[in-house]
């Protein structure tokens, strides 16, 4: 037989929290990992709500927000955990996805409720979320982390140099808003908001009907401020096929209140759909913002992501990042001056752009946490703010990059309301049938301003689906001639 030997004291520490931080699951009453108390769970959820709301947005339309907010009490106050305080909020963003934060705080963007078919589907996606804050899935993900990080600074101060070397790259995983929970848990949430929509009257098929849906936007991959539904969740396709075991298991008789798809498309009708370009455009290769008067010309071959607070581009290699963010500063000099005396950032030489008259910046070098960089970065004055243009990529890879981002740099321009012309954002528009018509043939009599494949998306359909008259169809209308829709 051999010895035993001690655990390390790190390690035992750890797994003396791990017993003592368990709790009960109140969905399922099955023990989890827990280091947190409800009152410690809402603060937390109150705390990054604000986040939310700060860099992303909330979607001004009080129809829709109200709308959201009594679907959304409705089916929390059927699940396990009634008495959160339940917030229901739509974001600004035109990604299909939702999101939940700790503490009763549930999220879905307009993209996602552009494409919901009725009230049924979008009160499963709701009830999935529920599901996820009822079975404290990110108060476990979170406690897990905390968990991580123990043993590692009880391994930093033991001496453990690979742990010491990897600890930083730990304490960077995952922001909090988009923890990615394991496919139990998923699998859980499902069956959850299974259980709500169906205690709520809905028919269990409408939670097969967003699987549907979320099978068809992986094909578009509809680009949001938001990381995609599939990013953190499981393939669609599987999740439908476990669903159809969860339906054997219900009660008979559900779903008498049916589908409502009118409530759902009396509040989506008039949602802006896609990105808002009154927030900014991409046309043949410029990113434009009206609101702010200027343009950039997209270094070629890269993409561009308007987010919230900064556009970002990327080449198809993913090595390298230019993005353009306003700078804190009073004029282009300050803001030059504060990022060129940060810690680990060193001038490495001028750039070719004229210099003064509200330009400053240059090339310079860094250090960071996942290796040294170069880059170049430019500030600009324009109508009363300083812009910051910024591009690097790992060490050896700049030279290959240097030139194209220069010369998006260069191209940095002012434009007027005029030469832009008229910016209005693309709408959903739902229109009653007045005769039977396939989706193809819908789109031809009720053009769109976006392309048919993604009326169809919209619609959760194929071209050659068939309706009758008196249905309740949408399409697109608006938006900027020519841009893009990300």
Same mark, same amino acid.
């Given at each position: ?113 552009? /494409? ?11 009830? /999935?979320?529920?599901? /996820? ?155 434009? /913002? ?197």
């Amino acid at each position: 037989m051999q010895t035993l030997r001690a655990l390390p004291r790190w390690l035992a520490l750890t797994a003396l929290l791990a017993v003592i931080a368990c709790s009960t699951n109140p969905a399922t009453g099955h023990k989890q990992l827990n280091f947190y108390s409800q009152d410690q769970e809402i603060a937390m959820g109150r705390q990054y709500h604000e986040q939310v709301v700060q860099q992303i947005g909330v979607y001004q339309d009080r129809q829709l927000q109200n709308y959201v907010e009594r679907l959304g009490r409705q089916l929390a106050a059927r699940s396990e955990r009634p008495d959160l305080p339940w917030t229901f909020t739509v974001v600004d963003d035109p990604a299909v996805n939702a999101f939940a934060l700790p503490g009763g705080f549930i999220y879905v963007t307009r993209g996602l409720v552009d /494409h919901m078919g009725s009230e049924a589907e979008l009160a499963g996606v709701i009830g /999935h979320e529920i599901g /996820h804050v009822a079975s404290r899935h990110t108060v476990n993900q979170l406690s897990k982390q905390q968990l991580t990080q123990i043993g590692l600074t009880l391994g930093m101060v033991l001496g453990g140099q690979q742990v010491q070397r990897y600890g930083d790259l730990v304490n960077l995983a995952g922001g909090l808003v988009f923890l990615k929970f394991s496919r139990d848990d998923e699998a859980q949430a499902d069956e959850l908001g299974l259980r709500y929509i169906s205690r709520s009257g809905y028919p269990p098929q409408a939670m097969g009907n967003v699987f549907t849906l979320l099978s068809r936007v992986s094909r578009v991959e509809q680009g949001g401020r938001l990381p995609q539904w599939l990013a953190t969740h499981p393939d669609p396709e599987t999740r439908l096929k476990l669903m159809q075991t969860y339906y054997a298991r219900l009660p008979s008789g559900l779903g008498n209140e049916g589908w409502k798809r009118e409530p759902l498309l009396q509040v989506v009708d008039g949602v802006t759909y896609g990105p808002d370009p009154r927030e900014g455009f991409f046309r043949n290769g410029v990113f434009y /913002h009206p609101g702010l008067g200027f343009a950039v010309t997209s270094p070629r071959g890269w993409k561009g992501t308007n987010q919230k607070q900064a556009v970002v581009w990327q080449p198809r290699e993913k090595d390298a990042i230019f993005a353009l963010t306003l700078a804190n500063a009073r004029d282009a000099r300050s803001a030059a001056q504060q990022f060129f005396n940060q810690q680990g950032v060193q001038f490495a030489g001028q750039l070719p752009l004229q210099q003064g008259g509200g330009v400053e910046g240059g090339q310079f070098a860094a250090n960071t946490q996942q290796g040294p960089v170069a880059g170049a970065v430019t500030f600009i004055e324009n109508g009363g703010k300083v812009y910051q243009l910024l591009g690097f990529a790992p060490q050896g890879s700049f030279r290959a990059y240097g030139n194209e981002i220069a010369e998006a740099m260069r191209s940095f321009q002012r434009v007027s309301s005029r030469e832009l012309g008229r910016v209005e954002p693309w709408t959903v528009s739902v229109v009653k049938l007045d005769a039977p018509m396939t989706l193809r043939e819908f789109d031809r009599r009720y053009p769109s301003t976006v392309p048919v494949e993604r009326v169809a998306l919209l619609n959760n359909a194929e071209l050659d689906t068939r309706y009758q008259a008196g249905d309740e169809l949408k399409r697109v209308v608006g938006g900027v001639p020519g841009a893009e829709l990300e």
